[in-house]
């Protein structure tokens, strides 16, 4: 099959060869096409011929993922960086900010095919994608994947925890997409119906992303319920960057891309072991990215992996570079609790605190009431709303006073531990 034979078997210096053709190709058509890329290296001195290798990145700035909205808002709609204009695009997605995300008709956009092979996904299978389909590109970058891969698709989208555990039993679900902690709950609301592994279910395989997966949510879904879980790494700007072999020991990054790892406070490249930005340069026709920084903090290991592929791993992601954070899969700014508190008069300041009550994360937003307002329940209800609007999640709200918030000058506090 077509995307077994794409494992990243290459000997090194066959690797290396490929990816400074794949570089100079990229740099040349961004500069020609992307004109905000042609503008960055314009400004640094920075010729095309002027990147033959690897370390010659390091000549062009960075686009940082976190100033996208900025750009795009200066030349709309995708800043300058896309290749092709809007009406060339197959799909525009919308990430909260708004930033807009294009889809370009290519059908290797997104390059999920290979990360379900290696989680064990197969022509046949039935699979339930549990990822949101409107606005986030997440529900349909899968979707079509597992189409190519023949295996058959149920549309199932976000919540609807039983109605999700009964389609997996009634439909003989055989793969499931989504992140790990909506996996644990349909399998508990499943138990609870009266179906398990082997006696209903049918689940064998999963690909999850969008937050931690601890091992020992992993081994309870192995024990417990019979699913072998594997996870992947990638961006709505980028795709897939990353993905589990057999071996579950680190994300293999794929040879389509360029990956760089910089040290976060140096910007100089990030030796292998140690922390740094994953930042990638994408060759693709529609949005052909020069230096993308993600945001991301990982750790590049170049050791050999005992499944043959010789591509390195990503081992897990340890965090971000700015404060913002993911819940539930999806991306929370601080800029965001400053849109809500300005939206709503009678608040003076509010904080997210995010926690993890079992295996799912839980958001609490300390509010500080202005002076002299007294807290009601259509005011907790218009804040949650208001919350739910900007954030697109639910949180629950805790009035307190001023002088009861800790860390005042972070908006947002990750509490939650990852074992
Ligand atoms: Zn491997």
Not at 105 to 121: L, M, N, Q, S, Y
Not at 306 to 321: A, E, H, N, Q
Request: net charge negative; with cysteine.
């Amino acid at each position: 099959m077509f995307y077994d034979e794409a494992r990243e078997t290459m000997p090194a210096v066959k690797r290396a060869e490929a990816q400074r053709v794949m570089l100079r190709e990229t740099v040349r058509y961004a500069y020609e096409h992307a004109p905000a890329t042609r503008r960055k290296m314009d400004e640094a001195g920075v010729r095309p011929g002027d990147v033959e290798e690897l370390a010659d990145l390091a000549k062009i700035p960075l686009t940082r993922k976190a100033d996208l909205k900025h750009i795009q808002k200066g030349e709309p709609p995708f800043g300058g960086l896309a290749a092709v204009p809007p009406r060339a695009m197959r799909r525009i997605y919308v990430s909260p900010g708004p930033t807009f995300d294009p889809e370009g008709r290519d059908e290797t956009h997104w390059r999920w095919e290979k990360p379900f092979v290696a989680a064990g996904f197969r022509e046949g299978d039935i699979v339930q994608n549990t990822f949101m389909y409107h606005f986030s590109p997440a529900g349909l970058m899968f979707d079509e994947a597992l189409l190519r891969l023949g295996c058959t698709v149920i549309p199932a989208g976000v919540g609807n925890t039983e109605l999700q555990a009964q389609v997996m039993k009634e439909l003989c679900v055989t793969g499931y997409v989504g992140t790990p902690s909506f996996l644990m709950s349909i399998l508990e609301k499943a138990k609870e119906l009266g179906y398990t592994s082997g006696d209903g279910l049918s689940l064998r395989v999963a690909l999850v992303t969008g937050e931690m997966l601890p091992e020992s949510l992993r081994k309870r879904l192995r024990d417990e319920f019979g699913v072998q879980v594997r996870q992947c790494y990638g961006t709505a700007d980028v795709g897939s960057l990353g993905y589990e072999c057999a071996e579950a020991n680190g994300m293999h990054v794929p040879d389509e891309i360029l990956l760089e790892m910089l040290d976060p406070a140096t910007g100089a490249p990030a030796p292998p072991g140690a922390i740094g930005e994953v930042v990638v340069t994408l060759p693709n026709r529609a949005y052909p990215l020069v230096r993308f920084a993600t945001g991301d903090l990982s750790v590049l290991s170049d050791a050999p992996c005992p499944c043959g592929r010789t591509s390195p791993r990503l081992l897990k992601l340890v965090g971000r570079v700015d404060q913002v954070t993911k819940v539930k899969g999806m991306f929370v700014h601080p800029e965001q609790v400053a849109q809500i508190v300005s939206k709503v008069p009678e608040m003076a300041s509010a904080q997210f605190v995010v926690t993890r009550i079992g295996h799912e994360d839980h958001m609490e937003m300390r509010v500080v009431l202005k002076e002299g307002v007294a807290s009601s329940a259509a005011m907790e209800s218009r804040i949650i709303e208001t919350a739910r609007e900007l954030t697109r999640l639910r949180c629950e709200v805790r009035f307190v006073a001023a002088t009861e918030v800790e860390e005042p000058h972070k908006r947002i506090i990750d509490g939650r531990k990852w074992d």
